[in-house]
């Protein structure tokens, strides 16, 4: 039996059990996924223990995706974002990825949305922000950072090749240039409001919001009404499980079982 697993505090309602166990039942693989709450002095010890006693792959969230970097050897892209949300046993030593970016990325362009040579405005700048700000360099996007606090925009784009840093006034002229408008924010989360106004938003724009409860978000409503496409939070949820199943699995994921199990829990 292969134990995979998530750490965080809280990691009482992460869709990620079932979204991975879907995965499991259906290539049928002898796996578990289970969540585990280490208390913050402990997470050093957990990732040790959990190296010790054969776990194939932990996931990692809040609030621990920066803080683990100090306990697993980072990849390049987990090094430059200054996160991991994966952590890989098959090694000497367990390595931390960053499959949040790579999540994000075919969200998008499993929606048809082009990035080499986009214009894309990622609004917020922490965590999330950061993952995908760099994802989308990475991929040929010219990123401007949008920040409530528009200091951390700015130091975040002197870290992203050739992306701009501001605040979140007048924003609308940088949607109006951008391709691809991605909510990086918790704004939206469990509440009608939105990051963007209403206004700015136009029809060939992509959006992509990262918060996935509710589902359809504010961003998300207007943006269907000005005529964009848009990407709900879910899809890259999705994503970044898949990358982190086929990390490591060396698998292909089963996508559509795996959405379906998140799906049908949002
Ligand atoms: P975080 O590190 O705490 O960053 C929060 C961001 O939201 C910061 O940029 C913050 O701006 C901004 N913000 C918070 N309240 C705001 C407000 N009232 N007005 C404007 N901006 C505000 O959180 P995170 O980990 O990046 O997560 C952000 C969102 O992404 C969450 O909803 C999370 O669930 C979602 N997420 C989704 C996925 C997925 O797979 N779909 C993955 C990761 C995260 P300041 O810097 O000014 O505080």
């Known amino acids: 039996m292969d134990v995979y697993g998530l750490l965080g505090n809280p ?15 259906e290539l049928a693989l002898e796996a578990r996924y289970v969540t585990f709450e280490p208390a913050p002095d402990e997470l050093e010890a957990a990732i040790r223990g959990a190296g010790a006693l054969g776990i194939r792959g932990l996931n990692v969230t809040i609030p621990f995706k920066r803080d683990v970097l100090e306990f697993v050897e980072p990849d390049e892209l987990a090094s430059r974002i200054g996160a991991a949300n994966t952590i890989d046993f098959s090694g000497a030593e367990p390595t931390g990825h960053n499959t949040d970016a790579a999540g994000a990325l075919r969200a998008l362009r499993d929606h048809g949305v082009a990035l080499e040579g986009a214009d894309a405005l990622v609004v917020g700048a922490g965590g999330a922000g950061r993952a995908i700000s760099f994802g989308l360099a990475d991929a040929g996007a010219a990123v401007t950072i949008a920040n409530r606090t528009a200091s951390t925009a700015r130091e975040l784009a002197a870290e992203v090749p050739g992306a701009d840093g501001r605040g979140l006034e007048d924003l609308e002229d940088a949607v109006d240039d951008a391709d691809v408008l991605v909510n990086a924010t918790s704004v939206g989360m469990e509440e009608d409001a939105t990051p963007v106004p209403s206004e700015v938003l136009h029809g060939e724009l992509a959006v992509l ?28 949820l999705l994503y970044q499980g898949v990358e982190a199943f086929e990390l490591w699995t060396d698998r292909t994921a089963p996508v559509d079982e795996m959405n379906e199990a998140l799906r049908s829990r949002l």
Not at 11 to 25: C, Q, R, T
Not at 209 to 236: N, S
């Open 11 to 25: 990691v009482g309602h992460s869709l990620s059990p079932p979204m991975h166990e879907a995965a499991y039942d």
């Open 209 to 236: 919001d990262a918060v996935y409860r509710p589902l359809e978000t504010r961003l998300l409503r207007d943006a269907a009404a000005a005529g964009a496409t848009t990407v709900d939070g879910a899809w890259m």
